[in-house]
């Protein structure tokens, strides 16, 4: 608990990130440009996959996994948030939802571009795996929208952390909705019980890209966290000088 | 020409869509992140002045 109280110190936030934000982003657009040049490039296609059609895999399935990785860490910091108020916490969820419903939107397009070639649809309403991702989708716009609609910054942060952990639930479902229904989308192939079920040619470039994407997500959303730092001690400022005026 | 282009399938305009996709939206979200922290910075310094001239 002490641990987590000196991170939630704002004044310690603003210098880590001010030198560990800028080395994300270029770390992230490093993997990110090896991994695209990889897919583009270098692998070779599969023919039991589709052929090269199976290139869309290294940005489609490094979104789905930050949509579900970026969906999981706002509702911890929801939940941290909720039981010790730290204020730097609800900054980290709030930064986080725009970003990951960015991510969850590129899943959602790139898997129905995907689909068309794939299986001869964009879109299947009854597909457990689809419509769970786009039911995490409304959640990131739901909390972004709840939170927007509360007349108090306490107010908000109370109504989107309760959402935030509520919606935590889809999570898993997104995840094992390809083994307990029937669906178009394949089986889990990197993340299983018995290990990847990937070649190593196919497998490394992805968990590149994968790192490249997460690193990005997490140089984004320091800064957008250091943005609303700023804005709330602006508020605050402002706030004083009006009740000195 | 386009010769630096790698050289795809059938599926080619597929691929160059989800890719495409990629770079608006991820471009989209930096240039607005970072759009953003810039104005939220700006806002904090000009209201740092007016601070320090009422005081």
Known sequence: ?245 | MMDFLPHLDKNAAYIWACYGLGLVLIGGAVIGVVLKARAAKSALERMNVSDEDAS
Not at chain 1, 66 to 78: C, E, G, N, R, T
Not at chain 1, 195 to 220: D, E, I, N
């Open chain 1, 1 to 245: 608990m002490g641990m987590l109280s000196a991170f939630a110190n704002p004044h310690r936030f603003l210098a880590l990130s001010n030198w560990l934000a800028p080395l994300f982003y270029a770390l992230g657009a490093v993997l990110i440009g090896w991994g695209l040049w990889q897919g583009l490039y270098i692998v070779p296609k599969d023919e039991y996959q589709g052929g090269d059609i199976m290139r869309v895999m290294f940005i489609h399935v490094p979104a789905a996994w930050l949509a579900m990785a970026s969906y999981s860490a706002m509702a911890v910091a929801s939940f941290t948030w909720f039981i010790w108020r730290h204020e730097l916490a609800d900054i980290a969820a709030k930064a986080i939802a725009p970003l990951g419903a960015t991510w969850t939107a590129l899943c959602l397009a790139t898997g129905s571009v995907w689909g068309k070639p794939t299986w001869g649809t964009w879109w299947q309403w009854d597909d457990a795996r689809m419509m769970s991702v786009l039911f995490l989708l409304f959640l990131f716009l739901g909390y972004m929208a709840l939170r927007a609609a509360m007349d108090s910054r306490q107010k908000a942060a109370r109504a989107g952390a309760i959402l935030a952990m509520v919606g935590g639930l889809n999570v898993p479902l997104i995840k094992f909705s390809v083994d307990m229904f029937t669906s178009l989308h394949q089986d889990s192939s990197v993340i299983t019980s018995e290990g990847p079920k990937m070649a190593a040619v196919y497998l490394w470039p992805l968990l590149m890209s994968g790192l490249g994407h997460s690193l990005l997500f997490g140089a984004l959303v320091m800064t957008l966290m250091r943005a609303e730092i700023w804005t709330r001690r602006a508020a605050r400022q402002r706030a004083r000088l009006l009740a000195g005026a």
